[in-house]
C-alpha cells in the first residue's frame, strides 16, 4: 500500500470513531442518573478531545 492510501485511511479512522464514540458517551450520560457515570464520561472526554483535536489537525496537516 502507498504512504498516502495508509495516511488516508488511518485519518479516516479517527473520524469515524468520533463519529460513534461521541453520540455513545452523550446518550450514555442521558440514560444514566449515576453520578459516577457522568464524572468518568466528563474525565474522558476532557482528556480524549484534546488529543483528537490535535490528531485531527496537526498530524493531518503534516500529510
Not at 485519518?11 to 450520560?29: C, E, H, K, Q, R
Request: proline share 3%.
Amino acid at each position: 500500500m502507498k504512504s498516502a492510501t495508509i495516511k488516508n485511511f488511518a485519518f479516516a479512522n479517527v473520524v469515524g470513531n468520533i463519529i460513534i464514540f461521541i453520540p455513545l458517551g452523550t446518550y450514555l450520560s442521558l440514560f444514566k442518573n449515576n453520578k459516577k457515570v457522568r464524572t468518568a464520561i466528563t474525565i474522558l472526554s476532557a482528556i480524549g478531545l484534546p488529543v483528537l483535536l490535535y490528531l485531527l489537525f496537526v498530524v493531518k496537516l503534516r500529510l
